[in-house]
């Protein structure tokens, strides 16, 4: 069993940035890791993801070219740089890899 370690959410106003970090305690190199949300009353949907070593991106439809996901200098550790955020992007963040979830992160985009 994967357990990440997630920091970075809070509060933050229309047009603002955040960066989320996400860490796992595996005991290899994971091949991919990724990123869902899930906002009140919502499905919890896709936003990010990428691979060791290659460092092969994908994004969801909603956050391309606002978000990037990159790698830490450490292996299994990603960041989520996250810009010109919306009311429409608060939701609770996770990290993922293997089948194991990390317990999320809040972020909150409001005036």
């Known amino acids: 069993q994967v357990h990440f370690v997630e920091s970075g959410g809070g509060l933050v106003q229309p047009g603002g940035s955040l960066r989320l970090s996400c860490k796992a305690l595996?005991?290899?190199?994971?091949?991919?890791m990724r990123w869902y949300r899930q906002a009140p009353g919502k499905e919890r949907g896709f936003v990010a993801s990428i691979t060791w070593p290659a460092g092969v991106t994908k994004y969801g439809d909603d956050v391309a070219g606002r978000f990037t996901v990159s790698r830490g200098p450490a292996d299994n550790t990603m960041y989520l740089h996250m810009n010109s955020l919306e009311p429409e992007d608060t939701a609770v963040y996770y990290c993922?890899?293997?089948?194991?979830w990390g317990q999320g992160t809040q972020v909150t985009v409001s005036s």
């Open positions: 993922t890899a293997l089948h194991d």
């Open positions: 595996a005991g290899l190199t994971i091949y991919i």
